[in-house]
């Protein structure tokens, strides 16, 4: 019957790659752990083997004792090997057992295959696996067969003949360490008391470093009865006790490893608790381990759920596959509600299942994501805009708001970089000053103005924050953004209003200072010339007196039309009266420009009105002042115009004057 040999201890993966076969029993003769090595040959024979192996053990000898003996066995293609398996104890109290077994098909072959001895005790022990030494009563090797002369390290025969086994013996093994000759020697006591031993375990000389030789040994005696010697049996227990000693270690790492885990370990067999580590308990709201042993794992379960979980772990057992990562509701010993995150895997123990179990408390984590759920939600459902880049400003996440004004879905820009939304209406010095301000580290808070995906323009008052791990280390920026684009409109509107003539949408006396004071400032810095015209209408007050004042209207709002298209774009025209206006004139290369602008205008104003029949109804007086040569200062300019528009009044009227050509 197939075993499943993958089932067992878990901490014996150190002798998975070994060349010898390596399998560890129960007391029931059970396996508990088999190597890659004897898979090869126990996946079929493995009850069988166990059997055989066991049952030939003599019962008269103690199970304390290391026994050897030769088991052939077929693999899974029929063909037969010849093994030679050491059996030792690992745990008297446990009953656990370590077989160690190497393959000596070929070396029986070959052995089988040489010529016969003359000697019957060499005949009879040069093909044993064990080794067998004949000492004298003095200690000396009367007889060594081909295997203890290899465990003894002695390369022929002329080198042991005679000599004390002592000398073959670096010490006696005691725990992890050789023990040399300031013992009582076992032989010593042995030709004292006649008792034989079994299982003495010696360090030997080895060329590549300490073996080890089990040593089994009671006294010869001839027929009278008088001892003539000593007769011995070696079994080579270098790799087995090596194995032994990293079991044993493997053990302690686990111990270890079980019991300062920050992970709680569980362990429960029909459903009660047979073992956990101080972790699990702290857990589960106990002090101590001792506390929670014996209990069922069910008065942890919330009653309504018991009758579930107990299926759960029945269904478990009986697939024998462990079930990772699912969490589950606890109640503690203080009567808490906890939540862990748990995996489970069924094994067998003693001939019975049992369920080992690693869990962590996530109550906290639980209630961190349940808080970050509800924030998501709310900035999902947020109103503002909500934007979070990476540390180079790529787009990561934004919510509904943002794909609502800006025309873009959440698919189109996540990965994109943010300037897709720059609009270039703020100058580089702008954005500039804002990622110097993140980058170091500092919050952002400023009005932004962006382009959507459809080219249209809209503001937002934008908090950008860089968000740093517990190291310092940049992790991401977010950006809230309230759109503020109907608030910057009606702004926008008062603004133009206060700076602008209602009726024509010329720019006021206000602006006309600000326009002014820029192009004296350029005038200064870089040597240029610049002009101011005066411009007053004449006969507008008939306009309104006989046309009225609807029509007086129009007439201004289409003079300001006219006057515009005489002038260039880089040029300003204000209305600053009734019928007074000015046009400044940002750079001219002489004073007969500003003239030729002024003639234009005039020719332009002179022109007949809608409404007011086919005659010229109105005409313009002209003054104008230059710039720098009549002033650098905008109220005197201003006069200086003023004074020559005056002059052209009273000289006649619809023609244009420079200050400079009037007497001082």
């Not at 067992?8 to 090595?37: A, Q, W």
């Not at 002369?149 to 360490?177: H, P, T, Y």
């Not at 362990?267 to 101590?288: C, Q, R, S, W």
């Not at 869990?359 to 808080?371: A, G, N, Y």
Request: with cysteine.
């Amino acid at each position: 019957m197939k075993t499943n040999f993958s089932s067992g201890l878990t901490d014996f993966g150190i002798l998975t790659d070994s060349d010898s076969i390596v399998i560890v029993t129960d007391k029931n003769r059970c396996f508990l752990y088999v190597n890659k090595e004897a898979e090869k040959f126990l996946s079929v024979y493995g009850s069988e083997f166990c059997g055989r192996f066991s049952s030939d053990i003599s019962d008269s000898l103690s199970p304390s004792y290391v026994s050897t003996r030769s088991i052939t066995l077929s693999d899974t293609e029929n063909n037969s090997r010849t093994f030679r398996f050491t059996r030792i104890p690992m745990n008297k109290e446990e009953g656990k057992f370590l077989c160690v077994g190497s393959d000596i098909t070929e070396s029986i072959e070959e052995e089988y295959g040489s010529a016969e001895l003359p000697d019957i005790l060499e005949t009879v022990t040069e093909h044993l696996p064990s080794g067998v030494v004949i000492l004298d009563t003095e200690l000396k090797i009367k007889f060594a067969n081909s295997s203890a002369i290899e465990m003894l390290m002695l390369n022929d025969r002329s080198n042991w003949f005679n000599r004390c086994i002592k000398e073959f013996f670096a010490g006696k093994l005691v725990g992890d360490n050789c023990i040399l000759y300031d013992y009582h020697c076992p032989f010593d006591s042995l030709l004292e008391d006649g008792k034989a031993f079994y299982g003495e375990l010696f360090c030997s000389w080895k060329s590549d470093g300490v073996g080890y030789i089990n040593i089994s040994a009671s006294l010869s005696r001839d027929a009278t009865g008088k001892v003539t010697g000593i007769v011995c049996t070696l079994e080579d227990c270098t790799e087995i006790t090596k194995t032994r000693s990293l079991l044993e270690k493997s053990e302690t790492k686990y111990r270890i490893l079980t019991e300062f885990s920050p992970m709680g370990i569980i362990v429960h067999e029909n459903m009660d608790i047979t073992y956990i580590n101080p972790a699990g308990a702290e857990i589960l709201g106990y002090e101590k381990p001792e506390e929670v042993l014996g209990l069922s794992i069910l008065s942890f379960v919330p009653e309504e759920e018991r009758d579930s979980v107990a299926e759960f772990a029945r269904e478990m057992i009986s697939k024998g596959k462990p079930v990772v990562g699912f969490e589950r509701s606890l109640i503690d010993g203080k009567g808490r509600q906890i939540t862990v995150k748990m995996s489970s895997q069924p094994y067998e123990t003693g001939g019975s299942m049992a369920i080992q179990s690693v869990f962590r408390d996530i109550s906290e984590e639980k209630k961190r994501s349940e808080e970050i759920m509800k924030l998501s939600l709310v900035v999902e459902q947020s109103p503002v805009s909500v934007v979070i880049t990476d540390s180079s400003g790529h787009i990561e996440y934004v919510n509904a708001a943002f794909c609502e004004i800006t025309g873009y879905s959440s698919k189109e820009v996540t990965g994109k970089n943010v300037n897709i939304l720059k609009s270039e209406i703020h100058p580089q010095e702008y954005y500039k000053n804002l990622w110097e301000t993140i980058l170091s580290g500092e919050t952002w808070s400023g009005e932004l103005c962006s382009r959507g995906k459809y080219g249209d323009i809209f503001w937002e008052l934008s908090t950008i924050t860089p968000v740093k791990c517990s190291k310092g280390n940049l992790l991401f920026y977010v950006a809230v953004k309230e759109n503020i684009t109907d608030k910057k409109l009606r702004e926008e509107k008062i603004r133009h209003m206060a700076m602008h003539d209602i009726l024509t949408g010329l720019p006021n006396r206000f602006l006309m200072r600000d326009r002014l004071e820029s192009v004296l400032e350029r005038t200064h810095r870089y040597g240029e010339m610049a002009a101011l015209l005066f411009i007053d209408l004449d006969g507008f007050k008939h306009v309104n007196d006989s046309f009225g004042h609807k029509v007086g209207d129009e007439v201004l709002k289409e003079t300001s039309r006219r006057i515009l298209t005489s002038i260039r774009t880089a040029d300003t025209a204000c209305r600053i009266g009734g019928d007074e206006f000015l046009v400044i004139l940002s750079k001219i290369e002489n004073r007969e420009k500003a003239g030729a602008v002024a003639r234009r205008i005039i020719e332009m104003i002179s022109r007949p009105y809608k409404g007011c029949g086919d005659a010229q109804v109105i005409g313009a007086s002209i003054g104008i002042s230059i710039i720098p040569d009549d002033g650098s200062n905008i109220d005197e300019l201003v006069s200086k115009a003023d004074s020559a528009m005056y002059d052209v009044k009273h000289g006649g009227k619809n023609g244009f004057a420079y200050f400079f050509d009037f007497p001082k």
